[in-house]
């Protein structure tokens, strides 16, 4: 969908006006700029809003009575009001060393000075709202009317002014579902990411796997060398040939697990990285080809891969986990008992991010699914939603006593001992979910036998085995 003028217009928040309309009355140029004009003529509702100026930081916040100097050095200043507008002096960028920021700025007076700075067509678009007008000397219109992503001017020098920008370009394609400018793409230099920082690249891959199906991205940026740079452990899958089971090799059914997964951030990693170990582990002999426990030592390739992206510890847990778990072997036809003790092991919040996971897995395969495993997999499902739903004992803080009531049966202090006698108190719920009531527990720990118990018991007692 492409918009013209009067959508953009009816669109801009009064925040926004009420900006233009203050740096105008005293006699300076307003904008309208950047992501906020490209999603309004793509018919999408702008995250944030921009505004160009030739109005320099200092004469920005002399004339509104509440800024923030964001990135003062490059001459951006927070307006805030309803909303919080970032006001930029036009400006061009100096040498770029570093392949990440300009050494120095320096401000302009012309819009079209600007927009030569800016990294893509679709991007170099301003937006004058009192002349309901467009100044776009790229032709961004035209690109986002034909759905090409391309990089303004020289594409080599945008990506070697700030590398980052080739990331950028994947996720644009990603998100935007937009064809490459082949130009463009052949500028990309793969080992020019190595320069940018991990938090960014981190930042980027989030949006980019966010996507509505960012496979073949991934797949283009694996073409070009970049995801070499980003995620060797992935792109080594390229060319492992798998068991009849599967069609494709293990990096191109990772990527289809990937647009087969809810668009999830710590799901689509799961995908992404469920089978990142079975390059290295890869056998193959007269039974066929086996990748003995790669779902073991892919937890700990996930963990190692999301820890050096900078992503927090309880994201790189949630899907270590997933990528632990995601050859769990219940099924439609287990015991209720054997679903719990899987419930338990996994953790109750991980349980149906791994029965997507197997979803996701399943169609990836790239091989037409029976009706058969697909009603075993809705059953399952089910069978485990009811359980969830339900009041069962399935952890240590299900039980009818907790820690206290332990401490004092057995007269133990504080630590791991008490943890201990729960987990056997919950084998035995597990296992008969009738004697889970307080006094049915407190009489089955006169049966607790463990020997550091015993002999704690008899120094409290007094009661000493005789020799």
Not at 302 to 319: C, G, H, N, P, Q
């Amino acid at each position: 969908m492409f918009r013209r003028t009067a959508h953009i217009q009816s669109h801009i928040p009064s925040a926004v006006l009420d900006i233009c309309t203050t740096l105008r009355e005293n006699g300076y140029q307003a904008y309208v700029v950047g992501g906020a004009v490209r999603d309004s003529l793509l018919g999408k509702e702008p995250g944030d809003w921009d505004v160009a100026t030739d109005a320099h930081p200092e004469q920005v916040m002399s004339l509104f009575p509440k800024t923030i100097p964001t990135g003062i050095e490059f001459g951006t200043v927070t307006v805030v009001k309803d909303i919080s507008v970032e006001v930029t002096t036009f400006r061009s960028d100096g040498t770029y060393r570093d392949a990440r920021r300009p050494e120095d700025v320096t401000f302009s007076d012309s819009i079209e000075e600007d927009l030569k700075r800016r990294d893509f067509t679709i991007n170099a678009i301003a937006y004058d709202p009192f002349a309901g007008k467009f100044v776009d000397p790229y032709g961004g219109r035209r690109d986002l009317k034909r759905r090409i992503l391309r990089a303004v001017g020289d594409p080599h020098e945008r990506f070697s002014e700030d590398a980052l920008r080739m990331l950028r370009f994947f996720r644009f394609l990603a998100t935007l579902e937009f064809k490459p400018c082949q130009k463009s793409l052949a500028a990309i230099d793969p080992t020019l990411i190595r320069k940018i920082s991990k938090e960014r690249i981190r930042d980027e891959m989030s949006r980019l796997l966010l996507a509505k199906a960012p496979g073949s991205t991934l797949l283009s940026m694996h073409k070009v060398g970049l995801l070499r740079e980003i995620l060797p452990e992935v792109a080594a899958g390229d060319g492992v040939t798998q068991g009849s089971f599967h069609r494709f090799d293990v990096l191109h059914h990772s990527l289809a697990a990937v647009d087969y997964s809810l668009p999830q951030l710590e799901l689509r990693w799961a995908a992404l990285l469920h089978d990142v170990a079975k390059p290295k582990l890869r056998t193959e002999d007269e039974d066929g080809i086996h990748f003995y426990k790669h779902d073991v030592e892919g937890e700990q390739m996930a963990r190692d891969i999301l820890t050096r992206l900078r992503y927090s510890k309880k994201f790189v847990e949630k899907v270590a986990v997933l990528v632990r778990w995601h050859m769990f072997s219940v099924h439609a036809g287990s015991t209720d008992k054997a679903l719990k003790r899987f419930i338990r092991r996994v953790g109750k919040e991980n349980v149906m991010d791994l029965m997507e996971l197997r979803r996701a897995d399943i169609l990836a395969l790239g091989k037409q699914v029976t009706c058969n495993a697909w009603e075993n997999w809705r059953v399952l499902r089910n069978r485990l939603k009811e359980i969830l739903d339900s009041d069962a004992t399935i952890t240590t803080a299900d039980l009818a006593i907790g820690g206290h009531e332990v401490m004092n049966a057995l007269n133990l202090k504080p630590g791991p001992e008490v943890g201990a006698v729960l987990e056997w108190l919950l084998e035995k719920v597990l296992d008969n979910p009738s004697l889970n009531e307080p006094e049915t527990l407190l009489s089955l720990l006169q049966s607790y036998e463990n020997p550091s118990l015993f002999h704690n018991r008899q120094e409290n007692t007094g009661l000493q085995r005789k020799r």
